[in-house]
Every structure is written in C-alpha cells, then in structure tokens.
C-alpha cells in the first residue's frame, strides 16, 4: 500500500498503481491486529465490486513501527513491513535532541527493525552532535554524516537504500525531504525552513507515503514528528533495548533491580564510573517512569 487519500487507497500492483476502496469488513489474515487501520506498507489482496478495484484482505504484518498516539492512549501505527528505518536529525537547526533519538532507537529495537542514524546539515557544523556520534557507534548503531545541501555521503546513504523498504523518521525540520531529494531529484518533496522564531522545523510532509527508488527499493517518507510515545513495552522489554544497560543489569543485586534506587545496582554504578553515558540513563530512566505510570 502506498498512500492514504480519505477513504481510498492507492496501491503498488506489479509495476502499475491502483486507487481502490477498502472493504467494509476487512478481512485480517492471520488475526486483527491491535491497531487494525491500513497503513502505508501493508500487503494487500485485491478484488472487484461493482467493476471497480476493492480491497478485500491485509496479509499478516511482519513488523510495524508503533507510537503511542499523541493526546490518546491508543497506538499509531507509522508504518508496516519496512527493513530498516533511517532516523534522520539535524546536526544543528533544529538542535539534535538525543532523548528523541532514543526513543526512536526503543521502538525500532521493540519492532524489530534495523535502525540507522543520520546526521543531517553537516554543513552546518559537528559542535553538537560529535561529543556523542561515538557513543551510538560503540553500541553498534550504524551512523552517517550527511548534507544535503553539499552531497557529503550521500553515496553512503544510497548504499543502504538500495533494494530495502526503509522507513524516513525523525523531528520536524531535520531535512528527511531534502535528503530524499538529493537522493532522487525526481521526487521533489516540499522542503520547509526552521523558524527563526524557535528553532524547530516545519512540517512539510503531510501524510506517510512509500515511493519507489531508481536505485531499487523504496522509501516510506513520514511528517515530522514532536514526540514519540512508546507503546505496549515492559520494564523487561525497555532494559533489552538499551544494549549499554543491559551489558551490566546481570550484576545488580536483586533481578527485578529497577536500576533506579535499588541498592547493590550494578547499572547506576556504572554510570558513576563513566561506563554508562549519564543522558543515555536519564533517557532510559523517563521511560521506565512512562511505562510505570502507564500500568506496564
């Protein structure tokens, strides 16, 4: 499926595209799942009414990127069946937010998907992001510099594209259609400036759509987004998505350490010694909070 339009949908079918209705009642192969609304990604069966295109089935997903719904406590899905995500921030406007990143990083890990970190507007200068870039790296997260504006590394970022669904993510005004563009110029995506005002992005990417690559492949370009609320993990689930905590959790003392004031907490030891990086913890620590206060 590539692109939502109100009640019709436009769909990949071989090398043409075709705009059809969905079925009142969806059929779910292999069970409804729990945010069961198509989404940009999903495998779709057609069939005709009426002489007109339908669609009567959704195959079963293999992943999803789920966020919790802003002002709701119901998820979203970003989208289906994509191989990596290419996590997309801004070297400097708007200011890298690395707690954003993790949160990315969680979802991604709690989805199964690949991630890969981008460093937009490298031209912008690395004052900001180069006292961590290798932090990330360590944990074995692939990382790329890039420009748009100048083309550094984009081969780079073509390389990893190529013959993949990769789903485009991050905040408002880090470059993800400007990147896209200087990927494939053909695409012309609409590209917005940061305000002046706040220094955050605009957003110019209304809608999630999957778009196809000269190179092979496609790209599931998403709107910029503000926040990102995790959805349906456990404390057991967050620890695991966070490879530098859960190097040391076997050494606490108790085996349901919250690593947060037990005593004997080999994790905050660890980050007393300079072992765990200090804005890492805090960001694993706001989330282990969210998920408390969410019952979880």
């Known amino acids: ?24 009642r969806l059929e779910w192969e292999g069970g409804r799942p729990e945010a069961a609304r198509l989404v940009v990604g999903d495998r779709v069966v057609l069939g005709t ?38 996590i997309v921030t801004a070297a400097r406007r708007p200011a890298p937010n690395r707690r954003l990143l993790d949160r990315f990083l969680v979802a991604c890990h709690h989805a199964g998907i690949e991630p890969v970190i981008a460093i937009n507007k490298a031209d912008q200068g690395l004052d900001l992001v180069r006292g961590w870039i290798g932090l990330y790296e360590a944990l074995e997260y692939p990382v790329l510099v890039v420009s748009a504006r100048t083309g550094r590394d984009l081969g780079a970022v073509k390389r990893r594209l190529a013959g993949r669904t990769t789903l485009f993510c991050g905040p408002s005004g880090a470059g993800k259609s400007s990147l896209l563009n200087a990927i494939q110029p053909g695409l012309k995506l609409r590209v917005g400036a940061v ?26 370009d998403t709107p910029g987004l503000k926040e990102f609320g995790l959805w ?41 010694a300079g072992d765990i990086d200090q804005e890492r913890y805090r960001s694993y620590a706001t989330l282990l909070e969210e998920i408390v206060s969410g019952g979880r």
Not at 197 to 214: I, V
Not at 234 to 245: G, K, M, Y
């Open 1 to 24: 499926m590539i692109a939502m339009h109100g009640p019709l949908v436009r769909v990949q079918a071989g090398d043409g595209v075709v705009v059809a209705a969905a079925r009142r």
């Open 49 to 86: 009414s009426g002489g007109e295109p339908v669609i009567e089935r959704v195959r079963p997903r293999r992943n999803a990127l789920v966020r919790r719904a802003p002002s709701s406590s119901r998820p979203q899905v970003l989208a289906a069946n994509v191989d990596q995500a290419l």
């Open 195 to 220: 305000s002046e005002a706040t220094g955050k992005g605009r957003h110019t990417t209304t809608r999630a759509e999957l778009l196809p690559l000269e190179l092979g492949g496609f790209v599931v």
């Open 232 to 272: 349906n993990l456990t404390r057991s689930e967050l620890v695991a998505a966070f490879p530098d905590i859960a190097a040391h959790a076997f050494g606490c003392r108790f085996q349901d350490c919250t690593h947060l004031h037990e005593p004997d907490c080999a994790v905050r030891e660890a980050v007393e």
